[in-house]
C-alpha cells in the first residue's frame, strides 16, 4: 500500500491529476477515511476544475477531522474562484498555474 501512496502523492507532484485521482482512489479502497488521500483526491479534483467533487470530498474530510487544515482553507477558497488557475500553484514544470495567496502548495501535509 505503501507503494501506492508514494505514487500518489508523485503524481500529484508531477500535475498528474488524472493518475493522482485512480491511485488515491484505490488507497481509499483499502483504507476510506485516510485523510491524506482524501485530500489529495479533492486536490487533484479542484485542479481538473470539478470543484463540487472537491468540497464533497473536504466535506468528508471534516466529518472525520472537524480541524483539518487543508479541508478547511481548500473549501474556503472553492466558492470564491472562477478559476482554479486563481488558487492554487503546481509546482510541475509543465504547470503555469499563479497562486493568489493563501493557497496550499503540492506535498503540504500530505503523506
Do not use: H
Not at 15 to 22: H, K, T
Amino acid at each position: 500500500m505503501q507503494d501506492i501512496v508514494r505514487s500518489a502523492i508523485n503524481a500529484s507532484l508531477a500535475c498528474n491529476w488524472e493518475e493522482a485521482i485512480d491511485l488515491n482512489l484505490q488507497v481509499l479502497a483499502d483504507n476510506p477515511d485516510d485523510i491524506g488521500a482524501l485530500n489529495r483526491l479533492a486536490r487533484a479534483y479542484t485542479e481538473l476544475d470539478q470543484k463540487t467533487s472537491a468540497k464533497e470530498i473536504y466535506q468528508r474530510v471534516l466529518t472525520i477531522d472537524k480541524f483539518n487544515s487543508i479541508a478547511l482553507k481548500s473549501l474556503k477558497m472553492l466558492p470564491n474562484k472562477n478559476s482554479v488557475v486563481d488558487t492554487w500553484r503546481c509546482t510541475c514544470s509543465d504547470c503555469s498555474k499563479l497562486w493568489a495567496g493563501g493557497g496550499i502548495s503540492v506535498g503540504q501535509d500530505y503523506g
